[in-house]
């Protein structure tokens, strides 16, 4: 018997152009893992980006609370204001003797409670004059027991609240006196004493 020898199916052309596409070589895998970033790289990133949004965080806490207190200082402000005609009533009352009884009470009540609230009073007889925070309306002459303007008289005291002047203190000022003229160690001008000549008559010595 004759053998007959058995057919092989030719290969599919597909399949040999899927095998190839599926090859990868070396050098373009080791392309692949260096283009892909390293778990290392990635923690890197992401550890990054939670603190850029914790500084974000942290400064806009800061500027809503900068603008809370600045807002809460206007507020304050506004209603010290307000108050500084009924301070000003209230002293007068205290200087004619008329803070007695439930009267009083009330008034310091407002007191501490605008003290409490930042408001505080300046302007006193004897302090330095500052103009950033006095109004001098008159000068009451000059004195030998200060060496720089002063406070003589305080016609209505002034308020700040913080770093803010509500109100200048309307003052009265005195300055040092000038001293006199230096000596001149006893030395007379000779020309002082000296009596003045007439000019003489030319006729008169004939």
Do not use: C, W
């Not at 030719?10 to 895998?29: F, R, Y």
């Not at 103009?131 to 303007?149: I, L």
Request: glycine residues 8%; aromatic residues 4%.
């Amino acid at each position: 018997m004759s053998h007959v020898p058995e057919e092989r199916e030719a290969p599919d052309a597909t399949e040999g152009a899927a095998a190839e596409q599926s090859v990868v070589t070396p050098e373009v895998q080791a392309g692949e893992d260096a283009a892909a970033p390293s778990l290392e790289q990635q923690l890197a990133e992401r550890t990054a980006d939670l603190q850029r949004l914790q500084a974000e965080y942290v400064n806009y806490k800061r500027r809503v609370d900068r603008d809370r207190q600045l807002v809460r200082a206007q507020g304050e402000t506004a209603v010290l204001q307000s108050l500084l005609t009924v301070l000003d009533d209230i002293g007068r009352a205290d200087e004619h003797g008329e803070l007695e009884g439930g009267f009083k009470a009330v008034a310091d009540a407002i007191h501490q409670l605008a003290a409490k609230h930042g408001l505080v009073s300046f302007g006193a007889e004897g302090e330095p004059f500052d103009p950033a925070v006095h109004e001098a309306v008159f000068h009451a002459g000059e004195s030998a027991d200060v060496d720089t303007t002063t406070i003589d008289s305080v016609l209505r005291i002034g308020y700040r609240h913080g770093d803010r002047v509500l109100r200048p203190a309307t003052v009265g000022v005195v300055e040092p006196a000038t001293e006199p003229a230096a000596a001149t160690n006893g030395a007379t001008n000779a020309s002082e004493f000296e009596p003045v000549r007439e000019p003489s008559d030319p006729l008169s010595d004939e």
